[in-house]
């Protein structure tokens, strides 16, 4: 009822309340419904031309969401002045697809170096910032593994724990058996000394392995980079690998040989 105002809120009460008024609706409301139903069409056309024109705008998703609501408005209103005596025919009938821009949020990802980005065509940009989430990338953010050294940082288990655990446990078992009223076994001793070496074996810690690999990447931009990555192997990525930084991600190892004709090709 916000959407008609007062006067829609009364004329709502109105027919309601009284049947009668079903059959002589007034004028004014409905004339009142269709310049509401023009003002959204128009203004759904220009919200769709500023989005065509640079997808890549930073209110790009609130204009997509403001599409849509207008789209739901342009069939509200419609449905009402379907009501009419003669009802009107929108200059853009209502479409109940959406075939707006697609919001960036859903749009895929296309990484795209930036001198390359610079020097596709403005069309070229248009067309491709319409059906991918542009993710530019500079050129000190990439590049190639020039030397690798690795380090191995890993620690030793413990087994301190399980033989003071034994020893321990014999002990107290040989206390006990020498006692007056009690016999001694050379098992029952063994047994004793396997469950106290059992109990102190949670005192001990297992080895923990640990690789630390200290890369040094040439980026495009010839400056050299020095990352390091631990792992609990000693694998090491080849020299020459086409890494991300500081990630040193290799997931694209066509990034650092990407040109305009292979952007072109994959990309529009």
């Not at 014999?170 to 007056?180: G, H, L, N, S």
């Not at 000394?193 to 640990?210: K, N, Q, T």
Request: charged share 20%; aromatic share 8%; glycine share 8%.
């Amino acid at each position: 009822m916000r959407r008609f105002g007062m006067a829609g809120w009364c004329w709502a009460v109105l027919l309601g309340s009284c049947p009668v008024a079903w059959a002589a609706p007034p004028l004014k409301m409905w004339e009142g419904l269709e310049i509401q139903l023009d003002d959204a069409v128009a203004r759904r056309a220009v919200l769709r031309a500023r989005l065509t024109a640079d997808p890549t705008a930073a209110d790009a998703d609130a204009l997509g969401h403001e599409i849509q609501s207008l789209n739901q408005s342009v069939r509200q209103t419609e449905r009402a002045l379907s009501y009419a005596p003669t009802v009107p025919v929108s200059a853009e009938p209502f479409d109940p697809v959406y075939r707006g821009p697609v919001p960036a949020a859903a749009k895929p990802a296309a990484r795209i170096k930036s001198a390359i980005w610079t020097a596709l065509t403005e069309d070229e940009r248009v067309a491709i910032a319409s059906r991918w989430r542009v993710e530019l990338l500079h050129a000190g953010r990439y590049g190639w593994i020039a030397d690798a050294q690795t380090v191995d940082e890993s620690t030793p288990g413990t087994t301190g724990g399980a033989y003071t655990g034994a020893m321990l446990g014999q002990a107290a078992y040989i206390d006990r058996a020498f006692r007056p009223g009690n016999n001694y076994s050379a098992g029952v001793q063994v047994l004793a000394g396997v469950l106290g070496a059992v109990a102190g074996s949670s005192m001990d810690r297992p080895p923990a392995p640990s690789f630390r690999t200290r890369y040094h990447v040439r980026t495009e931009d010839g400056r050299m980079v020095v990352e390091d990555q631990s792992r609990s192997d000693p694998f090491r990525m080849p020299l020459s690998t086409c890494v991300e930084l500081p990630s040193l991600s290799d997931s694209d190892p066509s990034l650092c040989s990407q040109t305009i004709e292979m952007v072109r090709s994959k990309y529009l």
